[in-house]
């Protein structure tokens, strides 16, 4: 089988992959371009690895069939040898003319099996470039996909600060410093209420304890008082 026989289509795998590209279906969904060309090669890489295969089956029969007739050659050296020595020329005759017919085919097998052997390494190295071309195309899949989304995502992006107007940010930020302003407020209001119940809470405590302090004193003055009295009463009594 010719090298060209098979690698032949290898030539025209971009040009099928450009046609894809027709009218906006790149532009409208272009995962499914990504994915209509990778499934296209692993058809094409599937067929490859068939050929391939065939070259193997023949080099493989070439070689077993080159053992076979060496073999059978070294055979007959034996019987040619044997031949002559029992003088039996006309058998010696026949067995000469098959081992001539036996080396006009293992050269024949030799020349045979090395185009065999020389187009299974060419079609081996091919399959592996091959494989690598789809990977590589999967892999371009994935990057540029995400640039796609990249893309869109600044340009939404982009679009929407456009449709904003200067206008539009300053009452923006107004708002955002009213908010601002409005939960500082609130806050100053929670401390002041704060702030308000505890002196009122003091005042009370102070209060209380004023009131507990005056108490004690006046106790303190009654029992005094009551003290003088007995004291008097007492000294009256020692007098009489």
Known sequence: MAEGGFFARLGNLWGGFLSLFVGNLEKDNPEAVYEAAINARKKQYAELKKAVSGIIVLRNKLAAELDEKQKQAADIDGQIAAAVEAEEDDVALVLLQRKDELTARIAQIDVELDAARQEA???????????????????????????????EARIK???????????????????VRDHISRLHAEADVNAEIGDAGLNKKLEKIKAAAGTASARAQLEALK??????????AEGVKKSI
């Open 157 to 175: 992006i982009q679009d929407s600060l456009d449709g904003l107007s200067m206008q539009a940010d300053i009452k923006a930020l107004d708002n």
């Open 121 to 151: 390494e060419n079609a081996k190295a091919s399959i592996i470039t091959f494989q690598s071309e789809i990977e590589k195309l999967e892999r371009e899949k994935v990057q540029m996909l995400a640039k796609k989304e990249n893309a």
């Open 223 to 232: 029992q005094a008082r009551e003290s003088n009295k007995a004291g008097a």
